[in-house]
């Protein structure tokens, strides 16, 4: 890739949830990716990843948008945004294609993905084929087919596929806040981007991004994605949980449950006594223990949702090493600790740090994170950068480099369809 030094491209990455918008903006250029900004605001209108509320929901989206041109000095027209929702789902299919000239090309795998027969309900749409692996003349696995010899090229994809009422919703939300969608992707896709290792992508790892409202999972294996899924749980359920059993205010029960957060594991705090806020604003010493008694068993529920999601994707003959788990509710202290003996595998926090050795690669990577962005909560949103930067393709032209954007036809036509998305 070469790549003139003046070069500069703004991205925008906007991570739209249950319980809070996050707009991360970076500067793509030659040396790498740089953040800029990351704002972030409550999100209202949404409800386990789905808009609900759409004027409630536009309103934040401007909000957030607003602030990160106050901070860059920047007009923001156009996002990369990343979806969730109980509604997504992935199937695994398979495509061949003859090669026309001998060698494969990027053409051979195109047209081999669009000829995909793949039958949805008309409530549904395509929102990626995501290749999972290449088989060429039959011979093994194939982690990049092209400029190969051969005669025959096998494909294995995975087709994610989403509610068209749902989708269609948060686009039209981003079109009225004053947004073009350049892309989409799942945000289990968008974190992983930013969280896992080259080197755990290859072995086999589960990343789980735990959100408000729904935990997004997705699996890597020899460098492909493999499998993705989400469980409509997330960390308000927590807050729910606290906030009926104790009595309180959902604000309160959530300040309780980060100030409280290594509860989960830590025998010393269930002697402890804390201080809560009761609806009627009057402070009360309750037991550190009640909390425990609450969180534990919605923890232990989670974790065997986890649980069945691994022995779905054992049954697929995918084997994992390790997980990581990301997203603002797996800032609950030990819960990767209770998963990791629950499930008898390696499991770490995921931050967008690990995103910065990918200079190691041909990938566009980040130049720097400053400490305070290098916090789970804003994995998707610095994760769509990263995913947004893949899909330009630089070319050296008339001695001067030119920038497209590589945008499937898929991609196009879906949105096109189910609310006049203007490509």
């Known amino acids: 890739m070469i790549i003139k030094k003046s070069f500069k491209k703004h ?73 969730t929702g109980s509604h997504i789902k992935g199937e695994q299919v398979s495509t061949s294609t003859y090669i026309k000239n001998d060698e494969v090309t990027s053409q051979d795998i195109e047209t081999a993905i669009s000829s995909i027969n793949f039958n949805i309900p008309p409530e549904r749409e395509i929102l990626q084929i995501v290749p999972t692996d290449f088989i060429l003349d039959g011979a093994s696995v194939i982690s990049d087919p092209v400029g190969l010899s051969g005669f025959k090229l096998d494909i294995n994809s995975i087709i994610i596929t989403g509610s068209s009422i749902a989708i269609q919703n948060l686009i039209e939300c981003c079109r009225r806040a004053g947004l073009e969608i350049k892309d989409i992707t799942l945000q289990s896709i968008a974190s992983a981007e930013a969280t896992l290792y080259p080197e755990e992508k290859k072995n086999g790892i589960a990343i789980i991004d735990l959100g408000g409202g729904t935990t997004d999972i997705a699996v890597y294996k020899d460098d492909y994605l493999k499998y993705v899924s989400v469980i409509a749980l997330g960390g308000n359920h927590f807050t729910n949980d606290l906030s009926i059993g104790l009595g309180l205010t959902f604000q309160e029960a959530e300040r309780i449950k980060i100030k409280n957060s290594n509860i989960l594991l830590s025998e010393e705090s269930k002697n402890s006594e804390i ?97 305070e962005h290098n916090n789970p909560i804003y994995s998707t949103s610095i994760g769509l950068l990263l995913y947004g930067s893949d899909q330009y393709i630089y070319a050296e032209e008339d001695s001067s480099a030119t920038i497209t954007i590589k945008m499937s036809s898929l991609f196009k036509k879906t949105f096109s369809k189910i609310g006049g998305f203007n490509v």
């Not at 991570?15 to 990351?38: F, W, Y």
């Not at 201080?275 to 009360?284: F, L």
């Not at 997203?327 to 995921?350: E, F, M, N, W």
């Open 275 to 371: 201080d809560i806020y009761e609806i009627s604003g009057q402070i009360k010493k309750i037991p550190q223990k009640y909390l425990l008694e609450i969180l534990l068993p919605r923890a232990e529920e989670f974790i065997s949702l986890i649980k069945k999601e691994l022995t779905k994707i054992n049954k697929l003959g995918i084997n994992i090493g390790s997980i990581v788990m990301t997203g603002g509710a797996s800032l609950l202290h030990s819960l990767d600790k209770l998963a990791q003996a629950t499930l008898s595998l390696p499991v770490r926090i995921g931050y967008p740090k690990a995103s910065v050795l990918r200079k190691n690669s041909s990938r566009p990577f980040l130049t720097d994170l400053l400490p």
């Open 11 to 83: 991205l925008v990455g906007l991570d739209i949830g249950t319980t809070k918008i996050c707009v991360a903006v970076g500067e793509l250029s030659k040396n790498g990716i740089t953040i800029t900004s990351i704002n972030t605001t409550s999100s209202l209108g949404l409800k386990k990843g789905t808009v609900i509320n759409i004027e409630s929901t536009v309103n934040s989206i401007r909000k957030v948008i607003n602030d990160a041109e106050r901070f860059t000095g920047k007009p923001i027209h156009e996002v990369l945004i990343a979806v």
